[in-house]
């Protein structure tokens, strides 16, 4: 599954630059609320494998936070108490000004 989504850098790169997830995963079920969005059990469309998806709306105030949850993530995915980070989507909604962001873990 990893292969799908290749560990890059978010140091430099602009949130709307990333892929969209239709086609990739699909939404299952809300497993959670919280403060910045709602969790997901998520399914990954080829392999059907299991995934949780961390799904929030993206404002430009947010995108700095945003980058640095994906980096540490990204930094300490390998952790035995943290969860394996797979990959960052943005889900772009045209009648609205917020995208959002999906992260598979």
């Known amino acids: 599954m990893a ?10 790169i602009h949130l709307s ?20 969005g709602q969790v997901y059990k998520g399914r990954h469309v080829k392999t059907g494998q299991l995934a949780a998806i961390k799904v929030m709306d993206v404002t430009e105030d947010e995108e700095e936070e945003i980058k640095l949850e994906i980096n540490m993530l990204k ?20 009648s609205s000004h917020e995208d959002q962001l999906w992260l598979v873990m």
Do not use: M, Q, W
């Open 3 to 12: 292969k799908d989504f290749p560990a890059r850098s978010f140091d430099n």
């Open 17 to 36: 630059c990333l892929r969209d997830p239709g086609g990739i995963f699909e939404l299952v079920e809300v497993v959670g609320t919280g403060t910045y």
């Open 75 to 94: 930094k300490y995915s390998h952790h035995r108490n943290i969860a394996t980070y797979y990959g960052a989507f943005i889900r772009t909604n045209p």
